[in-house]
C-alpha cells in the first residue's frame, strides 16, 4: 500500500530542560478531505532522516488501516485442519 504523505501539517521537535516536546500545525481545511466516517482524521508521524527547509523535524503519513479490512484472524486459521504442519512438511 502506498503512504499518504500530508503535506499541510509540519512538526518540529523542541527539547526543554528536562524533556522533549513537539509543536505542530495542521491546515484544518485541507486535512478535512481525509477524515473517516466518524470525523477522524488517523495519521501516523515518522522522523525526519534531516530537518526540512523550515526545521521539521518529523513528518506526516495518513494512517490507512482499518480493522474491517483485516478479515483473516489467527483463531479461525488455527480451527483449519489444512493449516495444520507435519513433520514431513518441514524441508530440513
Not at 12 to 34: D, H, R
Not at 59 to 65: G, I, Q
Amino acid at each position: 500500500m502506498a503512504k499518504t504523505y500530508i503535506e499541510w501539517a509540519s512538526c518540529k521537535a523542541v527539547n526543554w530542560q528536562f524533556w522533549e516536546f513537539f509543536n505542530m500545525s495542521f491546515n484544518i481545511e485541507k486535512l478535512s478531505q481525509y477524515a473517516n466516517e466518524k470525523g477522524y482524521v488517523n495519521v501516523v508521524m515518522s522522523k525526519r532522516k534531516e530537518p526540512g527547509q523550515y526545521g521539521d523535524t518529523h513528518y506526516f503519513t495518513l494512517n490507512e488501516w482499518n480493522p474491517e479490512s483485516n478479515q483473516s484472524s489467527p483463531k479461525s486459521s488455527q480451527n483449519n485442519s489444512s493449516d495444520d504442519i507435519s513433520v514431513e512438511d518441514i524441508p530440513f
